[in-house]
Structure formats: C-alpha cells, structure tokens
C-alpha cells in the first residue's frame, strides 16, 4: 500500500505539447472564436479530473519579422489539460480603441497595409475538449508590442514613387463582364489613376482617368496576398464602382501593401487639399461677410 502511494506521489508530469500546428478550424458565425479540433490524440489520462486545474498554454509567443507581407504564427505549449484552442487576431489602435479582424481566427496570419501604425495581438483561449472546459484568455502582442511599421527599403520605395508623383505597374484587372483576369498596366498619379490595356501594336485604354476624391476607398480582400480593390462613388449614376487587381509582382519589398498606402497616401493628400481650400474660401466668404455694408448682388 506504501509502495502504492510512493508511486503515485513521484508519478511523472503531463508532458507539454506545442499548440501551433496541429488544428482544423470548422467555421461559425456566432462567435469572434472558431473552436479548433485536435487532429493528433491527446496522450495524457484523465485521473483526479475534479482537481485539476482549468486549461491553459504556456510560452504563449509570436515570432517573426512583422513586416507587411510576412506572414506571422503564434505558438505555445497546451497545458493542464488542454485539446485545442480558440484564435483571435485584434488590432490595437494608438487611440485605445481595438476591433477583432474579421475571419483572423487561425495561429497564422499575413500582415497587410491595413495593420501599419497598429498594435497586433492574438488572443488565445485553451479548450479542454473532453471535459467541455475553457480556460483563461491569453493575449500577446507581436513586433515585441511596437508598432506595425514598413522597413527601410520599404519606406524608400514609398517615398520615392510619392515625391515622383507617378507610376505604372503591370497588374491583372478582373473583368466582370467577361468574368476573368486580364492583363493590365495601372497607372497611378497625384490625383488619378487609370487602366491600360496591353495589346498588341499600342495600348487601349479600358479605364479612363479616374479623380481622386473622399470617396474614393482602397480596400484589402481577405485570403490573398495580391489583390486590392478601388471603389469610388459614381455621382452621375449614383452607385459604387469596384476595381479589382492583382499584382504581378511578388517582391516582398515591392509589394500588394507598398502599392495600397501609395493610393491611399495620394487619395489623403488631394483630399487634405480640397478640404484646406475649402475653408480657405468660406474663411474669405466670412471676411468679406464681416467687413461688407451692402448685401451681395443677387444676380
């Protein structure tokens, strides 16, 4: 009987299990967490559950070069009895204020253009799938919770097509009418940008000049690292035009995310224009209102 205890007093600890790699994720729409299903066996028994303690996962970390265009993975050791966990990507913005992205609830993820000048997280919960147990929220940032930024060579190549003011890129645009991918030239400046079509003997254009205004949106597709999308307000049929293309090129340093803050940089600056010579003119209109005896001439 001795014995018996001695055995059970010295019996070894559950070994950890790494929490990154092993996961199918079903979908569901009820919910920021999608619950993983383990597809190894556990390989620990289930003695004294009564007195263990809830689920949970150490070393929880994110490493990598956190980069847009690189994709990241978080990783940690389940413990204590954990099957799975739930994943959560969350964006942290300098204001205070976070939003949990849409569809983001795998260990990996591809940084885009959208996360620069954020904080990045994962908020992780480890499951015990047998018992129906949850245990404690983790979260950490990645990028060592510094910001999401562009590196040098990024940076230089931005800066370099904004003080240029213009620049052409061989991309595909999706033809809806025709339901496929053609090859294209998109030819981005200041204030517009257009669509060319590669064709033999010259170029034709398929887009015309296209203005630059607040209504113009570049968005970011979910589940590709080369598309990006246009849309901009048709005030003369009042409805939204989209514009997808894809990238050619697949250079880290010249990539999908470089092209997006590109578009949005020059969309914000002729916004900030108009915006500064609009109160120009009403600031001169009240001048002129303030400093004027006679009401204008109504004709």
């Known amino acids: 009987m001795r014995a018996n205890a001695v055995a059970r007093a010295t019996k070894p600890a559950r070994p950890r299990r790494r929490a990154d790699l092993c996961y199918n994720y079903p979908s569901s729409q009820h919910s920021h967490y999608q619950t993983p299903v383990l597809v190894e066996n556990p390989s620990f028994s289930k003695d004294n559950e009564d007195d263990d303690p809830l689920p949970g996962i150490d070393c929880l970390q994110i490493p990598g ?43 990996k993820y591809l940084i885009t253009a959208d996360d620069v000048d954020a904080y990045l997280a994962i908020e992780v919960e480890p499951l015990d799938d047998q018992r129906n147990r949850k245990g404690e929220l983790e979260k950490v940032f990645a990028n060592k919770h510094h910001k999401i930024s562009f590196g040098p060579k990024m940076q230089y190549k931005i800066h370099k097509i904004l003080f240029e003011g213009e620049k052409s890129l061989r991309v595909f645009h999706f033809t809806r009418c025709l339901n496929k991918w053609q090859s294209a030239m998109l030819v981005i400046k200041r204030r517009s940008y257009r669509v060319e079509d590669l064709v033999f003997g010259g170029v034709s254009v398929i887009l015309p000049d296209q203005k630059f205004s607040l209504h113009t949106v570049v968005s970011i597709p979910s589940g590709s690292p080369l598309e990006f999308m246009i849309s901009d307000f048709d005030s003369s049929c009042g409805e939204v035009g989209d514009h997808l293309f894809k990238l050619m090129d697949t250079s880290i340093y010249w990539s999908r995310d470089v092209v997006v803050l590109i578009l949005r940089s020059f969309i914000q600056r002729v916004v900030q224009k108009s915006s ?5 003119k009403l600031e001169e209109k009240e001048k002129t209102k303030d400093f004027s005896f006679f009401p204008e001439n109504p004709s």
């Not at 980069?67 to 050791?77: R, V």
């Not at 500064?276 to 120009?280: A, C, L, P, V």
């Open 65 to 107: 070069e956190a980069l847009p265009g690189c994709e990241l993975q978080a990783c940690g050791y389940l413990t204590k009895g954990a099957t799975s966990c739930n994943f959560q990507w969350v964006r942290h913005h300098p204001d205070g204020s976070f939003h949990y992205i849409n569809g983001e609830t795998k260990p």
């Open 276 to 280: 500064s010579e609009g109160k120009g």
